[in-house]
């Protein structure tokens, strides 16, 4: 009788530690959005829809790339197996982790070298894009970006892994960084743009190492792979790492398409995007942050409470887009002139940035619930 008021109780806890998980972690990507919200202000009041801003959109896109595709599978693939290797082997785990930061490390060295030296091959040519070229040899400097979020995504799901959520309030930083880069008067930092940003990213690396170091979870990085815990990590990335690659290039092929059309069409672009980001990234962040450790505990025990889970969450996340979509629509243009339309960022800017918003729109009714699908299926696979 006992034990079977404990298999009662077991799924309310994990709906509730879903929940609380869900609550902080929207709390600290708010925080994050806000600093980001005012960094993009900054480079509105700025620059404006100008060359400037095609030129920082298009160099930063093509060096994060690869960092996106990574931070997006590291995650998924490092959460079940962590919780697995914590039960099942835990001396295993802490020479995973230093073989797995030593990997880091060299994979983000190599691919910042590969994306520098690529930057002026895969610059478009044409009058169209010859503002591009002019901003390269600054921007060529945004290619540390890649080293730089390799290994912040590791640390970040280390974080994760250890059911901590500041890693999200730590994201703030690099946004935060680049608002003060932009505040500062002209003449106290050349190319405000490029060394905020990579500025920002290398204060958001120390963020996280500093807790991983206290509280005995950054060693030192071994290029070494002893470890059994590979097989199951190379097994795990598998078709993740092509599925993601593609879904990702999405960004790069819609700027291609975008700097074709003319000054600020790109820029324009980024500033829809980032005014969907702020919509998408309070839940989507959440969703993933709060539903991936619980599904990658649950697991362990069987697939069975791991699909009722994610079938509940599924209808409740589903419910949550279509309230997203129906409040932003008629907001949107008031988002963007609130946001915006101010100094050199003009009233038709406004409307431009507007229509492209809403038929961005859709897609959050389709994101929400599917996340929680992927997270429940990545933690069965682990």
């Known amino acids: 009788m006992a034990r079977m008021r404990q298999h009662l109780r077991?799924?309310?806890?994990?709906?509730?530690?879903?929940?609380?998980?869900?609550?902080?972690?929207?709390?600290?990507?708010?925080?994050?959005?806000?600093?980001?919200a005012g960094k993009e202000m900054?480079?509105?009041?700025?620059?404006?829809?100008?060359?400037?801003?095609?030129?920082?959109?298009?160099?930063?896109?093509?060096?994060?790339?690869?960092?996106?595709?990574?931070?997006?599978?590291?995650?998924?693939?490092?959460?079940?197996?962590?919780?697995?290797?914590?039960?099942?082997?835990?001396?295993?785990?802490?020479?995973?982790?230093?073989?797995?930061?030593?990997?880091?490390?060299?994979?983000?060295?190599?691919?910042?070298?590969?994306?520098?030296?690529?930057?002026?091959?895969?610059?478009?040519?044409?009058h169209a894009s010859s503002a591009l070229l002019d901003a390269l040899p600054s921007a060529s400097w945004l290619a540390l970006l890649t080293p730089l979020g390799t290994v912040i995504g590791l640390l970040s799901a280390w974080l994760m892994a250890s059911g901590r959520h500041r890693n999200t309030l730590f994201e703030g930083i690099p946004a935060l960084t680049l608002l003060l880069a932009l505040l500062m008067p002209a003449s106290w930092l050349q190319a405000p743009l490029v060394w905020g940003t990579v500025i920002g990213f290398a204060l958001h690396l120390v963020a996280l190492a500093i807790p991983l170091w206290r509280s005995g979870q950054l060693p030192m990085p071994k290029l070494d792979w002893q470890s059994d815990a590979w097989p199951h990590f190379w097994t795990g990335m598998g078709i993740m790492v092509l599925g993601q690659a593609l879904t990702s290039c999405t960004t790069l092929v819609d700027q291609f398409f975008a700097i074709d059309l003319g000054p600020g069409a790109l820029s324009t672009l980024s500033y829809a995007n980032r005014i969907l980001a702020l919509v998408t990234g309070l839940g989507a962040t959440a969703i993933s942050r709060a539903t991936l450790p619980v599904f990658s505990e649950a697991a362990t025990q069987g697939s069975a409470s791991v699909n009722t889970l994610a079938l509940q969450w599924f209808k409740w996340m589903l419910g949550l887009a279509l309230l997203a979509l129906v409040v932003c629509w008629p907001l949107a243009p008031w988002m963007v002139r609130l946001l915006f339309e101010r100094g050199a960022f003009t009233a038709h800017d406004s409307q431009a940035v507007t229509e492209l918003l809403r038929l961005s729109l859709l897609q959050v009714l389709f994101f929400f619930p599917a996340l929680v699908l992927v997270n429940a299926l990545a933690a069965q696979r682990s």
Do not use: C
Not at 10 to 36: D, N, T, Y
């Open 10 to 36: 077991k799924p309310a806890s994990e709906h509730r530690q879903i929940a609380q998980g869900f609550l902080w972690v929207s709390l600290f990507v708010l925080v994050g959005k806000l600093a980001g």
């Open 42 to 126: 900054a480079i509105a009041w700025r620059y404006g829809t100008s060359t400037e801003v095609d030129a920082y959109v298009f160099v930063f896109n093509m060096v994060n790339w690869p960092v996106t595709v990574w931070m997006s599978i590291v995650a998924v693939v490092l959460l079940p197996l962590a919780a697995r290797l914590k039960k099942q082997a835990p001396a295993q785990l802490h020479l995973f982790r230093a073989e797995l930061l030593g990997f880091a490390v060299l994979v983000g060295a190599l691919l910042g070298l590969l994306v520098w030296a690529l930057l002026p091959i895969l610059t478009p040519k044409g």
